[in-house]
């Protein structure tokens, strides 16, 4: 029987800046089609700019339409970032965590199977700030640290299988700061699946 797996998140998830592959949800998509040992279905969710708040608008009716087995968060970069001074975040980090309690919660209603992908680090010379935004705004790694904790912290408390991404990439690895390239996607990917086979999540 077939199983859907729906990955939601931001730009990252989606597969900004790699043409060559897609990203790393397109890469994952590949590998469990070519292979026959799997029957999976997977779903990008993952929109561009999207934070907590956005995502929970739109949760649960794309998961209705999908009604996926498997659950997959990968957000929380863009509720780091802030606009002008690190006291205006786009989301606090106690609204953060709320948001991640709300959207498991939710998630709960639609699969039992439901885990964690933590954020990646940026190179913060070319978004301090961010040059394609008419704002001010900011990320650093600093405060992806405290997002990334907190996402660690709500794992935890839930139960939930959750993977450390902080240190898995390189300046060398990043386009323009923020998004991962193509070697940087193929990275995520191989962690990624290794992560959910490792699991037993698929």
């Not at 029957?39 to 999908?66: H, M």
Request: glycine share 6%.
């Amino acid at each position: 029987m077939e199983q859907t797996i729906c990955i939601f998140g931001d730009s990252i998830t989606w597969g900004a800046v790699d043409p060559e592959n897609g990203g790393w949800v397109a890469q994952l998509r590949r590998y469990f089609e070519t292979n026959g040992d799997y029957d999976i279905a997977v779903y990008n969710q993952g929109v561009s700019g999207d934070n907590t708040d956005d995502l929970l608008a739109r949760f649960k009716v794309e998961c209705a339409a999908r009604e996926p087995q498997i659950i997959i968060f990968a957000i929380g970069i863009n509720d780091s970032q802030y606009i002008k001074t690190k006291d205006n975040p786009r989301v606090s980090l106690e609204k953060f965590k709320n948001n991640l309690v709300e959207l498991i919660n939710q998630a709960k209603k639609f699969s039992d199977t439901i885990a964690f992908i933590g954020l990646t680090k940026v190179e913060e010379e070319k978004l301090m700030p961010i040059p394609w935004s008419t704002e001010e705004k900011f990320y650093d790694n600093d405060n992806i640290a405290k997002y990334n904790a907190v996402i660690k912290k709500v794992s935890s408390e839930n139960n939930l299988p959750f993977l450390n991404l902080l240190d898995l990439l390189e300046l060398s690895d990043l386009d323009d700061g923020l998004h991962p390239n193509s070697n940087g996607h193929k990275k995520m990917f191989l962690k990624i699946k290794e992560f959910l086979l490792t699991n037993k999540i698929v």
